[in-house]
């Protein structure tokens, strides 16, 4: 809702709102509609289907919060997919790690992609990388016809799992991203707010452990999005060893080592109600 | 401001909007205005002047990272100050050490307690309580005439500092809090959101550390509060050894001892900015 010069989210009860001072685009893609706004205090602001998707100020911490957490536990990442994304902001996360040979950015709308790189000049510096591969296509059977055995890290930086995304938590897919990973291949996704997407949370969680062996909860802060207290989940069928194997080469502005084992611990009404004598 | 059924603080570029039910009470003290709001998803809300003070559901993230890091790594907390804090949910976790034996509450707004105690009767539930000392005082005056080495720990929940509470971040302050405190007493109070009262938080930082041998930054959530991401400082005149010294007895809903550890970690931006190569 845009009122007042102010925005919010209002499709929840709880949202972000800030103060606006232009709109700087506005269009419909196939899929979605697409809006830059130019706010007071964080830069501007992407919102897909009025959805704040990104903001120039605080997009780091979302992108290092689902990069870092898993490519640096990651012995070898090598082979990269990323669903989503198409801002651009995980490609560069992604990219700082020396290994990284290949990435596949799966994401199904390519306006995202055109209008990051005009608006998002910053976050979408790398989408032109020579190591990223941008496949226009639905995750959901982009997944299903993957080649079995060959990921190293997939990444899911998608919307929240509504419309056309709804799949993205389902229990064949979280089955189709196992088959597709290598042998210690690592998952990570965003798994909505703490605070207003419990629900969500939850099928997230129960549907993923039916397909991985080992899944763990990470918890961060994405002052742009609603609550702010942001879940992610992490999976693999080999032992999630925690301890950090390489540092991304290149600044990072919120991931550190410090922060990095904070991201594991948990509140702990989180703890009890969904990770307690749980394997991880 | 209170627009189409929803609540959000204008006063700054960003803040939360939560959609609201009812209004339950409004009133104007000798020192502020005082509201009770009644709100779809986060229970009953507390404004003073048009800020979010507690909602009923998530003031435990507060009060939890304002009591507990201070008092766990204290030896021996037995005399405790808490400048602020009439909603009772400071004395609350306080009470929570077996060792407090005396609390000394300086509110300068009764109206603040008395409206707590009636709307919040969770956050209020040991104002009543026998160890409890409630002091209406100004508490930048009561300080300076406090006993020297007299207290254990001094908490300082206090709203932002402007108005009446604008001198709770000067160097006269900070050096009367010092003065108060037993040779290895611990201050701690909340310091603001570091993303939109970045400036008051550099100062607090700069003054207290002219006042304190020792300085350390906590960063905790509290989805109410504008930026979600809040700050605390931590002070002493002894080496701040962050081990826990004792657990709290009774339920905690955010804290547990991995969260303890993660409070002290930073994000890399406020590392760097202000806690490089100090002392802490």
Redesign the interface.
């Given at each position: 809702?845009l009122?007042?010069g102010?925005f919010?989210e209002?499709d929840?009860?709880?949202?972000?709102?800030?103060?606006i001072k232009d709109s700087l685009y506005s269009g419909k893609s196939k899929y979605q509609k697409i809006e830059i706004l130019d706010?007071?205090?964080?830069g501007k602001v992407m919102l897909l289907d009025d959805k704040v998707m990104i903001s120039e100020r605080?997009e780091f911490?979302y992108h290092e919060s689902i990069v870092h957490p898993a490519l640096s536990i990651h012995p070898n990442p090598e082979k990269i997919m990323i669903i989503g994304g198409g801002d651009g902001g995980t490609v560069r996360e992604v990219l700082k790690y020396k290994t990284v040979e290949e990435i596949e950015l799966v994401e199904i709308d390519e306006e995202v992609i055109n209008v990051s790189k005009k608006y998002f000049p910053e976050t979408a510096s790398e989408l032109n990388n020579p190591k990223l591969k941008i496949k226009l296509n639905d995750a959901i059977q982009y997944i299903k016809n993957a080649k079995e055995s060959s990921y190293d890290v997939i990444l899911c930086d998608s919307t929240d799992p509504e419309g056309f995304a709804a799949g993205l938590i389902s229990k064949e897919f979280y089955k189709n991203v196992s088959k597709a990973l290598k042998e210690n291949g690592i998952y990570i996704c965003q798994s909505g707010s703490l605070?207003?997407q419990e629900k969500e949370f939850k099928t997230s969680l129960e549907n993923i452990r039916t397909a991985f062996k080992y899944v763990d909860g990470l918890v961060s802060?994405v002052?742009m999005y609603p609550?702010?207290?942001w879940s992610f989940l992490i999976a693999s069928n080999k032992l999630l060893d925690k301890k950090i194997k390489h540092m991304p080469n290149g600044?990072?502005?919120?991931?550190?080592e410090?922060?990095h084992?904070?991201l594991?611990?948990?509140?702990?009404?989180l703890?009890e109600k969904y990770f307690a004598l749980r394997k991880v």
């Open positions: 809702m009122t007042n102010w919010f209002d929840m009860p709880f949202a972000v709102a800030i103060k706010s007071v205090t964080m605080d911490y605070l207003i802060i002052p609550g702010c207290v600044k990072t502005k919120y991931w550190n410090e922060i084992e904070k594991f611990a948990k509140p702990q009404w703890k």
